[in-house]
T-cell receptor, first 117, second 117 residues
Framework: GENVEQHPSTLSVQEGDSAVIKCTYSDSASNYFPWYKQELGKRPQLIIDIRSNVGEKKDQRIAVTLNKTAKHFSLHITETQPEDSAVYFCAAVGSNAGGTSYGKLTFGQGTILTVHP | GAGVSQSPSNKVTEKGKDVELRCDPISGHTALYWYRQRLGQGLEFLIYFQGNSAPDKSGLPSDRFSAERTGESVSTLTIQRTQQEDSAVYLC???????????????FGPGTRLTVT
């Protein structure tokens, strides 16, 4: 099955700085990599995703890059703002023992991002 | 339209009791997932439904856990003889039908916070 490792576990930046969160995955068959933002006590919200047929995707201040060869992908947030403070989770679609993917997401352990004003 | 909803939002139960958690997916979403999130940790996959069949139950932690789904609508997750280690937030997500080579975005409900005393 899939295994996803996420680093760092905590990240503290000043407002306006950039933040980068990195994840590695183990299943070379994985083809979908979403990022979720979770504020305290709230549901995870999809903020950006990338599929294996592209190397980079950008949406305003948020970008994701994917290196399929190295099996890692990263979230980049530029010009951070205090409201970006939250827990961020990366995920990769996993397959079962038979190698079939049902869209099951395997999540990283999360990164607590704190943006100081 | 409405997002994924879950009930109850909070549930406190005594050890050994059975609990039933409910999920209403987004209308038209035939794929439904249950995840568990322990305090300060990432999300763990429990079970996946496509329509009312469950082709992947690999994440259910023990035979005390079961789930069912009526048609392409409501799903219930049942935990029998609850234990303290079952305390967590149980999250439901739904997406469009999963098909070969295609993975669709999963949208999460607000979760049910289960506390076993």
């Amino acid at each position: 099955g899939e295994n996803v490792e996420q680093h760092p576990s905590t990240l503290s930046v000043q407002e306006g700085d950039s933040a980068v969160i990195k994840c590695t995955y183990s299943d070379s068959a994985s083809n979908y990599f979403p990022w979720y933002k979770q504020e305290l006590g709230k549901r995870p919200q999809l903020i950006i995703d990338i599929r294996s047929n592209v190397g980079e995707k950008k949406d305003q201040r948020i970008a994701v890059t994917l290196n399929k060869t190295a099996k890692h992908f990263s979230l980049h947030i530029t010009e951070t703002q205090p409201e970006d403070s939250a827990v961020y989770f990366c995920a990769a679609v996993g397959s079962n023992a038979g190698g079939t993917s049902y869209g099951k997401l395997t999540f990283g352990q999360g990164t607590i991002l704190t943006v100081h004003p | 339209g409405a997002g994924v909803s879950q009930s109850p939002s909070n549930k406190v139960t005594e050890k050994g009791k059975d609990v039933e958690l409910r999920c209403d997916p987004i209308s038209g979403h035939t794929a439904l997932y249950w995840y568990r999130q322990r305090l300060g940790q990432g999300l763990e996959f429990l079970i996946y439904f496509q329509g009312n069949s469950a082709p992947d139950k690999s994440g259910l932690p023990s035979d005390r856990f079961s789930a069912e789904r009526t048609g392409e609508s409501v799903s219930t997750l049942t935990i029998q003889r609850t234990q303290q280690e079952d305390s967590a937030v149980y999250l439901c997500a739904s997406s469009l039908r999963v098909s070969t080579g295609a993975t669709y975005e999963q949208y999460f409900g607000p979760g049910t916070r289960l506390t076993v005393t």
